[in-house]
Nanobody, 125 residues
């Protein structure tokens, strides 16, 4: 069964770091761009970062630039989101999702083939 599984969320103090993982099983991530989205209570889902399939080009939301780093390890069929200097406003459920090859930046969430179940990130003192 093809699925994505996120892990690595948790409770962290402001200024701290977390590394999220998104691991695929039942299919290979080689041909997919991988997106990280997040959704906070009462807010719209927003794109955080994306990495393309072939040349691993990366794209970030303004809120993530300079603090978050997306990377991929195709041998492990896993994509990571390293989050540094976390802020309370980063609190959300984080999801990974695939789309073919390139990062579209689309808000049409039906174009994303696979979604993980989400992992909670809470930034609080």
């Amino acid at each position: 069964q093809a699925q994505l599984v996120e892990s690595g969320g948790g409770l962290v103090q402001p200024g701290g770091s977390l590394r999220l993982s998104c691991t695929a099983s039942g299919f290979t991530l080689d041909y997919y761009a991988i997106n990280w989205f997040r959704q906070a209570p009462g807010k719209e889902r927003e794109g955080v970062a994306c990495i393309t399939s072939r040349d691993a080009s990366t794209y970030y939301a303004d809120s993530a630039k300079g603090r978050f780093t997306i990377s991929r390890d195709n041998a492990k069929n896993t994509v990571y989101l390293q989050m540094n200097r976390l802020k309370p406003e980063d609190t959300a459920v984080y999801y990974c999702a695939t789309e073919p090859y390139l990062c579209s930046g689309s808000y049409d969430y039906t174009r994303y083939d696979y979604w993980g179940q989400g992992t909670q990130v809470t930034v609080s003192s």
